[in-house]
C-alpha cells in the first residue's frame, strides 16, 4: 500500500515512513474496501448478483483504485446483461492501472467479436424503443421487440421485467411469472425480480417455486443383495431390493411398453420440431408485418405533415386573398367617397370614407384621401362620434369604444368623444384604458372644469392625476386647446373664433360648466346651442362680461 500524499511504500507503522502523514483512515478503508470486495465475490459465486454489486460498490466507495473489484464489477454487470455499465468499469480499470490488467483483455474479446457487439448495440436500441413504446401505450409492438431482443442478449434482466410488466397489465400472470423465474436463474436475489413475483403470486393465489422441480438423486452405491443408496440433499436413502419375476409374459408386457414408450419418445420428439417450425415461420411473417406496420406509420407521418403544410398554404392564400379584398374593397369606397365629393355630397363622401381602410391604400390614393379627410373630416368626426354616443347610451360600449376612437384619430381632440370614451372603457370594467382617456382629457384642458371633472372620475378608480389638477374655477378651455364640440357637430368653429365661454365671465355667471353655461346668450334668444352657451352673434365679443 503506497501513501496518498507522497506515494510512498507503506509499512506496520500508523505513520508514513517518508512524509509522517498519519494514513490509519486510509488503512481503514482499503481495509473495509477489500472486505466489500469479498462479499461481493461471495455473492457473485452463488449468483446473488444484485448484493455483489451493492457490495462492489460500496468497496469502490472506500477505494477508488480497488483494480480486482473494479474488474469484478464490471463482470457482474456483463453478466445482467448491462454491457455498456461493464465496459464503463472496465476503462477505468485500465485507465488506473494500463500494464497488468485483466480488464484489458475483457476489453479486447468484447471489441474483437464486432457482430456480438453490434448485436448487443442493437439490442440496447431496440430495449429503448420498447421503453417508448410501452409509453405510448404501444404494448403489441413493445412485446414483440422485447422477445427480438431477449432472444440477442438472453440475460438482459430488465428486458425480462420489462416484458412480464407488460403481461401483469394485460393480466397474463403465467407468462409473467415464466419471465421472472428466468430473471431469477439469473440474479436469484433481484429485488425488482422478487417484488414482480409478488404480485403475480398475490394475483393468482399461488406461490411461485424458484427451486427446480426434480431434484437428481445422486446414487452412490448399488449393494449385492439388490439395494440402492443415494443421496437426495442432505438425507441418504436405501431403497430396498425390487422383486422381479421373470416369465416369458413379465418379458412380452415388458417388450410391448418397451415399443410403446419408444413410440411415444418419437412421437413427442417429432411432434415438437414441427410446431417449433410453425412458430419459426408465424414468428417471420410477425416481424415482416411489424416492419410494414412501421414503414406505413412513417409514410401516414409525412403524409400529414405534407397535409399540414397544404393546409398552411391554403390558410396564408386566403389571408392574402382577405387582404386583398379588403385593399379593394377600401379602394372602391375611396372612388365613391372621390366622386361624392366632387358632386358637393359631402354627407355621402363621409359615409363612404368610414369603409376606407387608409392602411391599405398606396401614397397616391393616400393623399386623395386626406385631401378628401381635410374638406369633411369634421363631418367624418361628428358622425363617428354620434354613432359612438348613441352606442354609449345603448350601453354598447364596444361599439362605443370603436367609433370614438376613430372620432378622435380625426382632427384635433374634442372633449366630448374623449370623456365618453373614458366612460365606455370605465363602463366596459377597463379601468386602465379609461385611466389613460381621464388623463389625456387633463392634459389637453388644462385648467378647465373638464379637467376637474377628469380627475374627480379617475382617482374614484384608484388613477393618481399628473399634471396640472383641473382648477375647477369656472373657466373653459381655451379655444387654442381645442374646444370640446356638440354632438351635432356644427358651429364649433364659429364659437371658437368668438370668443364665446371665455374666461372673462365674472361672479355672477353659472358655475363654469359648460354643458348648463346658458346665461352668456347676452340677449340673444335664437342660440340653439345648450353645450356651449355661445351667442350667434358678433356683438357677444364686446359684452363678454356682462350678465
Known amino acids: 500500500m503506497n501513501c496518498m500524499i507522497c506515494q510512498a511504500q507503506l ?79 472496465w476503462v477505468i480499470s485500465k485507465n488506473i492501472m494500463p500494464d497488468g490488467n485483466v480488464a484489458s483483455d475483457y476489453i479486447n474479446k468484447l471489441q474483437s467479436n464486432a457482430n456480438r457487439l453490434d448485436t448487443i448495440n442493437t439490442s440496447i436500441k431496440k430495449y429503448n424503443q420498447c421503453l417508448a413504446y410501452c409509453r405510448t401505450g404501444n404494448l403489441d409492438m413493445a412485446k414483440m421487440q422485447l422477445k427480438k431482443v431477449l432472444t440477442s442478449n438472453p440475460k438482459l434482466i430488465k428486458g425480462y421485467h420489462l416484458l412480464s410488466l407488460i403481461y401483469i397489465k394485460e393480466e397474463a400472470y403465467e407468462k409473467a411469472r415464466k419471465q421472472l423465474k428466468i430473471a431469477a436463474k439469473i440474479d436469484k436475489t433481484n429485488t425488482t425480480t422478487l417484488r414482480f413475483l409478488r404480485e403475480v403470486d398475490d394475483q393468482t393465489g399461488r406461490m411461485t417455486s ?90 401516414i407521418d409525412r403524409m400529414q405533415q405534407e397535409i399540414d403544410a ?5 390558410n396564408t392564400a386566403n389571408e392574402q386573398i382577405a387582404q386583398a379584398n379588403t385593399k379593394s374593397e377600401s379602394y372602391d369606397n375611396l372612388i365613391k367617397a372621390w366622386q361624392a365629393y366632387n358632386s358637393g355630397n359631402y354627407q355621402n363622401a363621409a359615409n363612404a370614407l368610414e369603409s376606407v381602410d387608409a392602411s391599405q391604400l398606396s401614397v397616391d390614393a393616400k393623399a386623395m ?42 382632427g384635433d381632440p374634442d372633449y366630448d368623444s374623449m370623456f365618453y370614451l373614458a366612460q365606455s372603457y370605465q363602463k366596459s370594467g377597463d379601468n386602465a384604458n379609461a385611466i389613460v382617456w381621464y388623463q389625456k382629457i387633463i392634459d389637453a384642458f388644462p ?21 396640472q389638477d383641473g382648477g375647477g374655477d369656472g373657466s373653459q378651455a381655451p379655444a387654442d386647446q381645442g374646444e370640446p364640440q356638440d354632438d351635432t357637430g356644427g358651429e364649433t368653429d364659429e364659437g371658437q373664433d368668438n370668443g364665446g365661454g371665455e374666461g372673462g365671465l365674472d361672479s355672477g355667471n353659472t358655475d363654469g360648466n359648460q354643458d348648463d353655461n346658458n346665461g352668456d346668450n347676452n340677449g340673444d334668444d335664437n342660440s340653439g346651442d345648450d353645450n356651449n352657451g355661445e351667442g350667434d352673434g358678433q356683438d357677444n365679443l364686446d359684452d363678454t362680461g356682462e350678465e
Open 447 to 467: 385648467g378647465t372644469s373638464y379637467a376637474s371633472d377628469a380627475k374627480d372620475y379617475m382617482t374614484a378608480i384608484g388613477g393618481t392625476p399628473t399634471g
Open 369 to 410: 384621401y386626406d385631401t378628401i379627410m381635410n374638406e369633411i373630416g369634421e363631418t367624418v368626426k361628428a358622425g363617428y362620434k354620434s354613432t359612438g354616443i348613441t352606442a354609449y347610451e345603448g350601453q354598447d360600449y364596444a361599439a362605443a369604444i370603436d367609433n370614438l376612437l376613430k372620432a378622435q384619430e380625426i
Open 210 to 299: 424458484l427451486e427446480p422441480r426434480f431434484r437428481a438423486k445422486e446414487k452412490n452405491r448399488e449393494e449385492k443383495d439388490g439395494r440402492v443408496i443415494y443421496n437426495s440433499g442432505n438425507d441418504t436413502i436405501i431403497q430396498p431390493p425390487e422383486y422381479r419375476e421373470r416369465t416369458v409374459t413379465n418379458t412380452l408386457i415388458n417388450l410391448i411398453i418397451g415399443l410403446l414408450v419408444g413410440a411415444s419418445a418419437l412421437w413427442f420428439l417429432i411432434v415438437p420440431a414441427k410446431t417449433q417450425k410453425i412458430n419459426n415461420e408465424a414468428n417471420k411473417k410477425i416481424v415482416e408485418y411489424s416492419d410494414k406496420v412501421a414503414t406505413q406509420a412513417a409514410e
Open 310 to 314: 397544404s393546409s398552411q398554404s391554403v
Open 11 to 89: 509499512n506496520t507503522s500508523p505513520y508514513c515512513p517518508k512524509c509522517g502523514c498519519n494514513v490509519t483512515a486510509q488503512k481503514k478503508a482499503v481495509a473495509l474496501s477489500n472486505l466489500y470486495y469479498n462479499q461481493g465475490l461471495e455473492k457473485a459465486q452463488i449468483r446473488d448478483l444484485s448484493g455483489a454489486i451493492t457490495c462492489l460498490k460500496r468497496s469502490l466507495k472506500m477505494n477508488k483504485c480497488n483494480i480486482q473489484a473494479r474488474n469484478l464489477l464490471g463482470l457482474v454487470y456483463f453478466e445482467t446483461g448491462e454491457v455498456v455499465a461493464a465496459l464503463s468499469e
